[in-house]
């Protein structure tokens, strides 16, 4: 396994793990139930830490494949850019959920209001988790971005005008 192939493995937890946390927190609120408040919690600690090894592996993903044929440079950028303004909230909301986790173990009634922050602050980062998403799919897979109907059709002329060059 290279450091690409660890990067992608790795990557995709934060992502999909703050979607059922999102989900299992705002349940846990509404049934006032602290087992599930704790399971949201652990589950976006979780996101914090693998966040924090998907932003090591990273780079070395990127030397990786930088000189291989198909990939841009610019995708990687963009990509490494919405990763930097992901984490920012995500290690916000590791550390509330660690709070989260200790008001609930004691019993605290700040314990609420921590849970109602650590909602919001999902909310946030699941936003931006779409860019950072997106952004990294499109490094790979030419047909999810925005020009890729151009891309596929300046492909599709290329590989029939060689087709014809190869007739004569």
Same mark, same amino acid.
């Given at each position: 396994?290279?450091?690409?192939?660890?990067?992608?493995?790795?990557?995709?937890?934060?992502?999909?793990?703050?979607?059922?946390?999102?989900?299992?927190?705002?349940?846990?609120?509404?049934?006032?139930?602290?087992?599930?408040?704790?399971?949201?919690?652990? #589950?976006?600690?979780? &996101?914090?830490? *693998?966040? =924090?090894?998907?932003?090591?592996? /990273?780079?070395?993903?990127? +030397?990786?494949?930088?000189?291989?044929?198909?990939?841009?440079?610019?995708?990687?950028?963009?990509?490494?850019?919405?990763?930097?303004?992901?984490?920012?909230?995500?290690?916000?909301?590791?550390?509330?959920?660690?709070?989260?986790?200790?008001?609930?173990?004691?019993?605290?009634?700040?314990?609420?209001?921590?849970?109602?922050?650590?909602?919001? #602050?999902?909310?946030? &980062?699941?936003? *931006?988790? =779409?860019?950072?998403?997106?952004? /990294?799919?499109?490094?790979? +897979?030419?047909?999810?971005?925005?020009?890729?109907?151009?891309?596929?059709?300046?492909?599709?002329?290329?590989?029939?005008?060689?087709?014809?060059?190869?007739?004569?």
């Amino acid at each position: 396994m290279n450091e690409a192939h660890l990067h992608m493995v790795v990557n995709h937890f934060p992502i999909i793990g703050l979607f059922f946390g999102f989900f299992i927190l705002l349940f846990g609120i509404i049934k006032k139930n602290s087992s599930l408040k704790s399971t949201a919690y652990i #589950i976006f600690i979780s &996101c914090m830490i *693998l966040g =924090k090894i998907s932003m090591m592996t /990273g780079d070395k993903a990127e +030397h990786a494949v930088e000189e291989m044929a198909g990939f841009s440079h610019d995708y990687i950028h963009e990509h490494e850019e919405a990763a930097e303004l992901f984490m920012k909230p995500i290690y916000l909301l590791g550390l509330l959920s660690i709070f989260g986790l200790v008001g609930i173990s004691k019993n605290r009634k700040s314990e609420k209001i921590v849970s109602f922050c650590v909602l919001g #602050i999902a909310a946030i &980062c699941l936003f *931006l988790s =779409k860019e950072v998403g997106t952004s /990294g799919g499109e490094i790979r +897979h030419t047909e999810i971005r925005e020009n890729a109907q151009n891309y596929l059709k300046s492909t599709d002329s290329e590989h029939t005008e060689e087709q014809e060059n190869e007739k004569d």
